[in-house]
DNA sequence: ACAACTTCCGAAAACCTTTCCGATAAATAT
DNA sequence: ATATTTATCGGAAAGGTTTTCGGAAGTTGT
């Protein structure tokens, strides 16, 4: 016993095939009469159009695609939830890729998603560097996307951002004005554009309050990468009063390893992260951090892609960039 | 400028339709020489067979799609990947959507994956009892299923599961032999077998030491439900010598509440958890759990479907059952 | 030299829908 | 009463591929 098609139902009722298309798509020329006998019978023989066959001819799919680089952090996770919210909302579905950090992954992703006729695509890259020329190609054949967190500026798309360089120093200026001197920064992957902006902050503060440039470690985003850091400048001897870490993982890794070398939080080294990690509340010591507005961004996110399948063609790109918090905890107090 | 289709590339070629599918294909019947000739061609013009007009004959799709309450906890993500690294392997794309705690989304989410036409399913139920209907028929047209984590008993599907029961009564023995006596368990979602076999593991871990029956509360797996319930014992002055709870998070709540309420872990209260999350080995003081061979489960999950595909119409229903660890950390140690 | 295979390829059907175009009958206008 | 519009429907094309069937060569066997 196959799939009940269109054709069965029609045999069944004696009506032509296009009549029963037009019931399904409420068309204006048939009679509702025959429209509520035409659902009620694909009720009840569990009819529903094949999306397949639709999708071949109507060359869309009422799908949109997200790739994301992981959901291990709960970052991504969340700004899912806002997207489906919405999606949801207009009766979109949200189909999901993980690339995994891997820009080659990505482009399969993309791919596979393209490839599935989904109305549009909202991305977070992988790699600033790798994949933007098949980007701009998409785009030029029109298919709607919108990239978020991670993006690059020369490209003439929708992006809806967190203002990395302002957030980053306010965060440095928490230390300052909690009276930290000599802040070290752990700075991110030095490719993406977050990364380079956080570092302005970083920098910004310190010749905001007339101080001598902070210092810079080249780190990077994982829990080990702290870690390492935080070794290798007990093994020189280099303590720091505080630091800024690009995100909490690196932060919490770092914090690991001086707790563990017998160094207090924060009465020896304050410490603050970044993006607000569901650790950040939870650690010991609680963890200060800038918490960006997740949810939200995965709305305007949605949103500014409805907008730009709506008018195909016609659209012309925005950037909105939303504010964030700086969640204050026992990480960054000075206890005199 | 449209898509480019197979029609053109046969055209601008000068051969049929037929042999362009036949090349991309590798059918036995057609020579390598022109083989390459239209692979090279294509490469050339940049074609690539429409997946969705390929879906629609061939009624498969090389996608399999994976349901999940949700992602924001580490759990799901992770089988998630031990599910992609073995699909991706095998050339299928996996397409993720989540359901939010939801049975009616979860039920449209499967719909919409069946509709694009998955050659298979791995799913984590939201509620035992709601859509288990649907998804018999949906065994009954022949569509792969496997299910993973949360599933109902009598249904005759693959499952890859986990032995709450050996493990909870592992994780309570463990407190018994720590010297912890009068434990309480703080039970998960009453529905879900889960929840029912740690809730086992824990009364036979009494029974076989010869203790008093434990005392449950229905708590929840939030970290909400942890808290309420922390602040329900001190209210009255219950204050228990250990707990055992359903999962981390809510073993979590119920720390931070204590601890916030001046009581010691593990001096005062002891507290192991279930299920391994993130925060576990970084929280203070770190948190013993159960851990979920989380990659692995994904692993298995996924290389059943592909059995299942392989061999649709006559296989057998699998169980597979797989192994845990107990990390022992901190928050359970007797310190005498 | 002729039959019987192989090897390779083209034509056309099939997958399931939507939509354009035209047809019929009823309703309105003249 | 005739001409024109309106409401409702059916036929067929289109969307892009795979697959079955049959045919034209070339190859082998006797």
Redo the contacts with the bound molecule.
């Keep these: 016993m196959?799939?009940?098609?269109?054709?069965?139902?029609?045999k069944e009722l004696?009506?032509?095939?296009?009549?029963?298309?037009?019931?399904?798509?409420n068309?204006?020329?048939?009679?509702?009469?025959?429209?509520d006998l035409i659902l009620k019978k694909a009720e009840e023989l569990g009819?529903?159009?094949?999306?397949?066959?639709?999708?071949?001819?109507?060359?869309r799919s009422y799908n949109i695609g997200v790739v994301v680089p992981e959901f291990e952090n709960s970052f991504f996770p969340k700004v899912l939830m806002g997207v489906q919210e919405v999606m949801h909302d207009k009766g979109y579905q949200v189909l999901v890729m993980q690339s995994n950090y891997s820009w080659e992954m990505e482009k399969k992703n993309v791919e596979t998603l393209v490839d599935n006729m989904v109305d549009g695509l909202i991305v977070s890259l992988t790699s600033e560097n790798q994949n933007i020329d098949y980007y701009k190609k998409l785009l030029t054949q029109n298919i709607p996307i919108v990239f978020f967190n991670r993006t690059v500026e020369d490209i003439a798309a929708s992006k809806v951002l967190f203002d990395d360089f302002k957030w980053a120093l306010f965060a440095t200026e928490h230390l300052i004005l909690q009276g930290y001197q000599h802040i070290v920064h752990l700075s991110g992957a030095p490719h993406l554009t977050l990364s380079k902006n956080r570092l302005k902050g970083f920098k910004q503060a310190h010749t905001k309050h007339r101080l001598e440039p902070g210092k810079v470690i080249q780190c990077g985003f994982r829990t080990e990468d702290g870690e390492r850091v935080a070794k290798e400048l007990i093994e020189k001897g280099e303590i720091p009063r505080a630091i800024f870490a690009a995100n909490d993982s690196s932060a919490i890794g770092a914090m690991n390893v001086f707790k563990q070398h017998g160094y207090k939080i924060p009465q020896d080294i304050a410490i603050v992260g970044f993006t607000e990690s569901n650790l950040a509340k939870h650690i010991y010591p609680t963890l200060t951090s800038v918490e960006q507005p997740t949810q939200d961004i995965g709305q305007t996110a949605a949103t500014l892609l409805l907008e730009q399948i709506a008018n195909k063609g016609v659209f012309v790109p925005q950037t909105i960039v939303l504010n964030g918090r700086l969640n204050v905890r026992e990480s960054s107090m000075n206890p005199q």
């Design positions: 196959k799939h009940i098609t269109i054709k069965d139902l029609a004696g009506v032509s095939i296009s009549t029963v298309s037009r019931a399904f798509n068309k204006y020329d048939i009679k509702p009469e025959t429209r009819y529903r159009p094949n999306p397949i066959a639709r999708k071949l001819i109507q060359q």
